[in-house]
């Protein structure tokens, strides 16, 4: 799809050229009709398409031939199709062929018009005229007909007098509305296209010229012959007349439009090689567009837009438009961001400048014209040129700009400039360059965008990460309720003294110290605002990555939740959505300047802005992904050939919606909400996608609504389209079944009930005994591990060296504390839980007895959580203990140098406690290896046992407990010792059976 826009005549065109590229079926398109839907059809070389503005549809299949020479909707929304083997219907569903009546003639047909009653004429090639009537056909039908029998008819027209004019290639032709047919002399044939205009003149295209005459009022005939130097093929074969009255004509190599004033039809453009082709029809459609067909060329859309375009390498030595001047002489200045500066003197350039001509960077980022007539150029390069009496002067880091780019220059009152660079703000006066302003200073970044010298006094700043403001020679940072956010790259005051600010973050006005932020439209990339101007106080111009925006500035209001902005997009002559950062400019004229990423785009002043009369049409198209036609079989269609009173079984969960919005001036910008009643509650937010679906749908009633609108326009949401459905219930949610199934259940509980009662309670009662069972053998095992001969052969052989060693006294506290273990030990076996205060003590015990044999080997440390109440949490018996005799015996013993056990233990909330047993012993894996090169006939069971008994606590409570032991390792990946975490729930009862 080819993009154009062209100024001719003091107005504004966009032309759209649609190919083979975009879907179009072939490049010759000889016949246009736009339907009551809203489609454009399209009759070519290769059969016909139905065009959506997104989407070619190719109808070929079932044709009586490939060679369309006409179309027509009738006043029942049929579409017939002129082929050059016959005449086909499409009904909307179906296509048919007439070609086999037998009244009917196989050959080519021409030409079809509908008159007033209903009655469709049909022309044909050298066989006269048909004539359709109450599904009847007549040939040549006319009283005292004598010249049209056997005509090669080209066109028709049915004024607005119900006269039918005939174009045939023998002359003019007239039925009067008795039925009488009259020749007109003095318009020899060929008469290749007729068209009324909305005064009621008709006007003929012929293969010289156009001829126009009102035929009610005896008017004089207008003659327009087509110059043979300007229209190397002057036939005419399409007449048009737009929403302004325009007269358009299609001749034989390019499109012309009637100049009115100097009575002559000029060329549209010739030199532009893209319309120097054969147009062959033509179409005014609903939106305004006028749509051209070519014989080979495909299709053109012309629309009256709002801005003209300058680019390519004939006007800007590069396309990336960045800012604008205007000279003495009317001439604008566009600068670009990597080839230089274009002049432009009438909209042609005539002049390029770039560092050979003293230009200090081709890249500029902005310029600005100061109040003595200088104008200046920021270059990405950091350097800053004026441009005085012809010359230009650089200023760089040898003047005292020391940074590497200058974004902004702008002049205050007292005729000092302020230069906005990425090392900060410069100020220029007297020819004096001096850094000002930095982040030491206050500024929240060096990066500096863009500058603002407000009424007040003050100056704005923005900057990378904010903005700030500089009042009485200080700094501050703009802070609002709602921040400003970064990457502030422009500002703009109007007249009213309010302060717009443009970033990354979207659009705000400042009123009164404070930010109020605008939404212009929820479309991705219009937040992000790169530009900002003041038309005549009256309007603010906001450039985004999505167009550009108006707002009316006597009609804001902030306090509004959504202002109304204009937006204009491609559809208006903007040559990219994306505009560039303050590349915004208002000539002496009162045009605007637009700089884009694909050129300089430019809105003459008093430019219309082309408003829609319509919403999109708006139509569901697939429900189930079936076409209208695939519903035909099983249900009755309504209006919008959708199926009647649809039943889906209950095994249908999902449906699947396909809908379409037609604009065939601006299809990008159509946006969707719906709604399926059964399911939401409110619309479903704005789309741009065209289809839907809905899973997990239960049985009943649904209806799906849709609307539509184009972008900045309000939601009108009376204007719907919708569709009803039912799911059917499953036979067994049907009442029969219901009432079978409950009698049938109820006995089945019953007799399930009695019978599981009886089997719970067995289960109770043997899962008691096996859980009873099971805790008492792990008792026994944990006592025998705490007990086992080792440990108290080795307190005994303990005992027996103090004696020896003739130290009574540690023999007796030794003997003492490990009769208190004993016992402790065997008490435990007798309770669910212990307090934590007792578990402390018996572990205690444990480690000073340990100690006291190894009194040189190790030292332990117990910290408690104060938080924790000793007496009152209860964990179970015997659980500390085998970790740490794990890690003095396995850890500890072995290590060369002092031990040292840390226990600690953590309120971790409410319910749960965090126990820690870390040691610096030689970790896991080397005291697995010392043990598998050493053989021992003692087998440690312990940690094993515990890890058995804190299962079975979890199953039968019901509560977590958590367990992990783990090698501590330095970041160099040296062993440290070993951790081991344990998690016990805080509050428990008595021991319950879970079932």
């Given at each position: 799809m080819v993009f154009l826009t062209l100024s001719a005549y003091g107005q504004v065109y966009n032309v759209t050229t649609f190919s083979t590229k975009d879907g179009l079926s072939q490049s010759q398109v000889i016949a246009i009709l736009e339907d009551d839907k809203g489609y454009l059809w399209l009759g070519t070389h290769r059969g016909v398409d139905r065009f959506d503005g997104i989407t070619f549809k190719n109808y070929q299949e079932d044709l009586s031939g490939n060679f369309i020479s006409d179309l027509l909707e009738d006043s029942q929304g049929r579409?017939?199709?002129?082929?050059?083997?016959?005449?086909?219907?499409?009904?909307?569903?179906?296509?048919?062929?007439?070609?086999?009546?037998?009244?009917?003639?196989?050959?080519?047909?021409?030409?079809?018009?509908?008159?007033?009653?209903?009655?469709?004429?049909?022309?044909?090639?050298?066989?006269?005229?048909?004539?359709?009537?109450?599904?009847?056909?007549?040939?040549?039908?006319?009283?005292?007909?004598?010249?049209?029998?056997?005509?090669?008819?080209?066109?028709?027209?049915?004024?607005?007098?119900?006269?039918?004019?005939?174009?045939a290639q023998e002359g003019l032709f007239?039925?009067?509305?008795?039925?009488?047919?009259?020749?007109?002399?003095?318009?020899?044939?060929?008469?290749?296209?007729?068209?009324?205009?909305?005064?009621?003149?008709?006007?003929?295209?012929?293969?010289?010229?156009?001829?126009s005459f009102n035929p009610n009022d005896n008017s004089p005939n207008s003659y327009y012959i087509l110059d043979g130097e300007t229209f190397s093929d002057p036939r005419v074969f399409t007449i048009i007349e737009d929403e302004s009255e325009n007269i358009w004509v299609g001749t034989g190599n390019g499109i012309g439009k009637l100049d009115r004033e100097q009575n002559k039809i000029l060329a549209f453009q010739p030199e532009n090689e893209s319309l120097s082709i054969k147009i062959t029809s033509s179409i005014l459609d609903r939106e305004g567009n006028i749509w051209f067909g070519t014989d080979g060329g495909g299709l053109r859309r012309i629309t009256e837009g709002t801005f003209e375009s300058y680019a390519g390498k004939k006007v800007l030595p590069s396309n990336i438009a960045k800012s604008f001047l205007e000279d003495k002489q009317g001439q604008i200045w566009i600068s670009t961001k990597d080839r230089g500066i274009s002049v432009l003197r009438n909209g042609k350039k005539v002049q390029t400048l770039t560092e050979k001509d003293g230009l200090g960077g081709k890249g500029i980022c902005s310029s600005f014209e100061d109040s003595r007539g200088n104008f200046w150029f920021a270059s990405y390069n950091g350097t800053l040129t004026r441009y005085s009496g012809g010359i230009f002067t650089v200023f760089d880091e040898k003047d005292g700009l020391d940074c590497n780019a200058v974004y902004w220059v702008i002049e205050e009152e007292n005729d000092r400039l302020w230069i906005g660079t990425d090392k900060g703000l410069y100020s220029f006066k007297n020819d004096k360059i001096t850094l000002e302003f930095n982040q030491n200073d206050g500024l929240p970044s060096e990066t500096i965008y863009s500058i603002l010298p407000a009424g007040d006094g003050t100056l704005w700043i923005g900057t990378k990460q904010g903005l700030a403001k500089l009042k009485d020679g200080k700094i501050s940072i703009f802070e609002d309720e709602d921040a400003i956010g970064n990457n502030v790259i422009t500002l703009v005051e109007d007249s009213f003294g309010r302060e717009w600010v443009g970033s990354s973050k979207g659009l705000a006005c400042i009123i009164a110290g404070k930010a109020h932020w605008i939404?212009?439209?929820?479309?991705?990339?219009?937040?992000?605002?790169?530009?900002?101007?003041?038309?005549?106080?009256?309007?603010?111009?906001?450039?985004?990555?999505?167009?550009?925006?108006?707002?009316?500035?006597?009609?804001?209001?902030?306090?509004?939740?959504?202002?109304?902005?204009?937006?204009?997009?491609?559809?208006?002559?903007?040559?990219?959505?994306?505009?560039?950062?303050?590349?915004?400019?208002?000539?002496?004229?009162?045009?605007?300047?637009?700089?884009?990423?694909?050129?300089?785009?430019?809105?003459?002043?008093?430019?219309?802005?082309?408003?829609?009369?319509?919403?999109?049409?708006?139509?569901?198209?697939?429900?189930?992904?079936?076409?209208?036609?695939?519903?035909?079989?099983?249900?009755?269609?309504?209006?919008?050939?959708?199926?009647?009173?649809?039943?889906?079984?209950?095994?249908?969960?999902?449906?699947?919606?396909?809908?379409?919005?037609?604009?065939?001036?601006?299809?990008?910008?159509?946006?969707?909400?719906?709604?399926?009643?059964?399911?939401?509650?409110?619309?479903?937010?704005?789309?741009?996608?065209?289809?839907?679906f809905y899973p997990n749908l239960g049985p009943g009633n649904y209806e799906f609504i849709i609307t539509a609108k184009r972008e900045t326009e309000p939601w009108n949401y009376s204007y719907t389209k919708s569709f009803s459905f039912y799911i059917e219930p499953p036979f067994w949610?049907?009442?029969?079944?219901?009432?079978?199934?409950?009698?049938?259940?109820?006995?089945?509980?019953?007799?399930?009930?009695?019978?599981?009662?009886?089997?719970?309670?067995?289960?109770?009662?043997?899962?008691?005994?096996?859980?009873?069972?099971?805790?008492?053998?792990?008792?026994?095992?944990?006592?025998?591990?705490?007990?086992?001969?080792?440990?108290?052969?080795?307190?005994?052989?303990?005992?027996?060296?103090?004696?020896?060693?003739?130290?009574?006294?540690?023999?007796?506290?030794?003997?003492?504390?490990?009769?208190?273990?004993?016992?402790?030990?065997?008490?435990?076996?007798?309770?669910?839980?212990?307090?934590?205060?007792?578990?402390?003590?018996?572990?205690?015990?444990?480690?000073?007895?340990?100690?006291?044999?190894?009194?040189?080997?190790?030292?332990?440390?117990?910290?408690?959580?104060?938080?924790?109440?000793?007496?009152?949490?209860?964990?179970?018996?015997?659980?500390?203990?085998?970790?740490?005799?794990?890690?003095?015996?396995?850890?500890?013993?072995?290590?060369?140098?002092?031990?040292?056990?840390?226990?600690?233990?953590?309120?971790?909330?409410?319910?749960?406690?965090?126990?820690?047993?870390?040691?610096?012993?030689?970790?896991?894996?080397?005291?697995?290896?010392?043990?598998?090169?050493?053989?021992?006939?003692?087998?440690?069971?312990?940690?094993?046992?515990?890890?058995?008994?804190?299962?079975?606590?979890?199953?039968?409570?019901?509560?977590?407990?958590?367990?992990?032991?783990?090698?501590?390792?330095?970041?160099?990946?040296?062993?440290?010792?070993?951790?081991?975490?344990?998690?016990?729930?805080?509050?428990?009862?008595?021991?319950?059976?879970?079932?």
């Open positions: 579409i017939w199709i002129a082929t050059e083997n016959g005449l086909d219907i499409f009904n909307g569903l179906t296509l048919n062929s007439l070609s086999d009546r037998k009244e009917m003639y196989d050959g080519g047909y021409s030409a079809l018009e509908e008159d007033s009653h209903g009655n469709i004429w049909i022309g044909s090639n050298g066989h006269g005229i048909w004539y359709f009537q109450k599904d009847s056909f007549y040939h040549n039908p006319f009283q005292g007909d004598k010249w049209l029998s056997q005509a090669n008819i080209l066109d028709f027209c049915y004024d607005s007098n119900e006269r039918l004019w005939i174009g007239l039925k009067e509305s008795d039925g009488k047919i009259e020749k007109y002399t003095g318009f020899p044939g060929p008469i290749n296209c007729l068209f009324e205009d909305s005064k009621g003149n008709i006007w003929m295209g012929t293969n010289t010229g156009v001829t939404k212009i439209s929820g479309t991705a990339g219009a937040h992000t605002i790169v530009s900002l101007m003041i038309e005549k106080d009256k309007y603010l111009w906001v450039g985004t990555e999505n167009g550009a925006y108006r707002l009316s500035l006597p009609d804001f209001d902030p306090t509004k939740p959504k202002n109304t902005f204009e937006h204009y997009i491609e559809k208006d002559g903007l040559l990219s959505k994306e505009c560039n950062a303050n590349a915004l400019f208002l000539d002496s004229n009162g045009g605007v300047w637009i700089g884009t990423s694909e050129g300089a785009s430019h809105r003459p002043f008093l430019t219309r802005s082309m408003q829609f009369q319509y919403p999109p049409a708006l139509y569901i198209t697939k429900i189930l992904g079936k076409e209208p036609h695939e519903w035909i079989e099983t249900y009755e269609l309504d209006s919008m050939n959708l199926p009647q009173n649809l039943t889906l079984p209950f095994t249908q969960t999902r449906v699947d919606f396909e809908f379409i919005g037609i604009s065939l001036k601006s299809p990008d910008q159509v946006e969707y909400r719906f709604k399926l009643d059964g399911v939401d509650k409110d619309w479903q937010k704005p789309t741009h996608g065209n289809s839907v949610q049907k009442p029969f079944f219901q009432i079978l199934g409950f009698l049938i259940l109820a006995s089945i509980a019953f007799l399930w009930y009695r019978n599981s009662a009886t089997q719970r309670r067995q289960k109770e009662e043997e899962r008691k005994i096996r859980n009873t069972a099971e805790k008492l053998q792990l008792e026994h095992q944990a006592l025998y591990a705490m007990m086992n001969p080792h440990f108290t052969f080795n307190a005994l052989q303990s005992i027996q060296n103090f004696i020896q060693r003739n130290d009574k006294k540690a023999a007796h506290k030794f003997l003492s504390s490990f009769a208190k273990l004993v016992r402790k030990n065997l008490d435990s076996t007798k309770l669910d839980y212990i307090s934590l205060g007792e578990e402390i003590d018996r572990l205690k015990l444990y480690m000073g007895l340990e100690k006291m044999r190894f009194p040189e080997k190790f030292d332990y440390k117990v910290s408690i959580d104060p938080e924790i109440d000793l007496s009152e949490t209860k964990i179970p018996p015997m659980v500390l203990q085998p970790f740490v005799e794990n890690s003095i015996k396995h850890g500890i013993m072995s290590l060369e140098k002092d031990g040292i056990i840390e226990i600690t233990l953590i309120q971790k909330d409410e319910d749960y406690l965090s126990i820690e047993i870390r040691d610096n012993g030689i970790g896991i894996e080397a005291s697995r290896n010392m043990r598998r090169n050493r053989p021992s006939d003692h087998v440690s069971k312990g940690m094993k046992i515990t890890k058995d008994r804190l299962a079975l606590f979890a199953r039968m409570t019901e509560k977590e407990y958590f367990l992990d032991i783990r090698e501590e390792k330095s970041p160099n990946g040296e062993v440290e010792g070993t951790v081991v975490e344990m998690t016990l729930p805080m509050h428990v009862g008595p021991l319950e059976f879970s079932f």
